[in-house]
């Protein structure tokens, strides 16, 4: 099954889990609170002004999503381009060695469709987050997406959460928030498809 379905699964689950707990509430029990998915505590559905599209609207939870994925983005250029031991390097080589405004268009197409991949698997419904890029397996197999270089290792996974998670950090969801767990687990139950070596 396909990564994505199975978080846009659980997604369901949950939402089947609080109707059932609405209408089952016979006995006078209060029904358990109902934490709201991740895309809600985000900022959900509600409009606000597109910071970098003049004149256009956009949910908040998207963007806070769209926030997150170019800081991380940035973070993984600069370890790229840092020569530093154990880079990400291979993995990023066939993008950024496109130049331009191929490359530009590229990097763009990857925050957004990374963007739709956060907002759709973590409760955003609106068909704007409708996620249409390859599945977790294929897109970090090289044989499969000639612009993944090489296989992703375990260290190489843990360094790319790390730079998500800074990411969120600097876009106001600190580390000892439940918020920031629940972002953490939905990375780590995408280590297996995508680490391949
Ligand atoms: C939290 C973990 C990760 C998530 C959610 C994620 C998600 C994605 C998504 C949605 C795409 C786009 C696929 C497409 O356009 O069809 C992608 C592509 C890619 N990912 Fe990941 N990824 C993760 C971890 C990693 C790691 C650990 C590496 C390498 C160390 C990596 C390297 C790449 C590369 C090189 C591409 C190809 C870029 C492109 O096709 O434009 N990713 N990833």
Do not use: W
Not at 8 to 21: G, R
Not at 140 to 157: E, L, Q, V
Not at 159 to 174: L, M, R, S, T
């Amino acid at each position: 099954m396909k990564i994505y379905s199975k978080l846009t699964l659980s997604v369901l689950l949950a939402a089947s889990a609080a109707m059932i707990s609405c209408s089952n509430n016979d006995d006078e029990t209060p029904a358990p609170p109902v934490k709201a998915s991740i895309y809600e505590r985000l900022g959900g559905t509600k409009m606000v002004a597109d910071p970098d599209n003049s004149g256009q609207m956009i949910e908040q939870g998207r963007l806070s999503f769209r926030k997150v994925v170019n800081s991380a983005i940035g973070l993984i250029v600069a370890d790229v381009q840092s020569n530093a031991a154990g880079n990400l390097q291979a993995h990023f080589a066939p993008l950024l060695a496109e130049t331009g405004t191929t490359q530009s268009t590229n990097i763009a197409k990857l925050s957004d469709n990374l963007t739709d991949f956060f907002s759709f698997n973590t409760g955003g419904t609106n068909a704007v987050n409708t996620y249409s890029g390859l599945n977790m397996v294929a897109a970090h197999d090289p044989a499969k997406n000639p612009r993944m270089g090489t296989k992703s290792s375990s260290a190489d996974y843990t360094k790319f959460e790390g730079y998500v998670g800074a990411a969120a950090n600097a876009n106001g969801v600190a580390s000892n928030t439940e918020l920031y767990t629940d972002i953490v687990a939905v990375l780590e139950s995408l280590r297996t498809p995508i680490v391949q070596k």
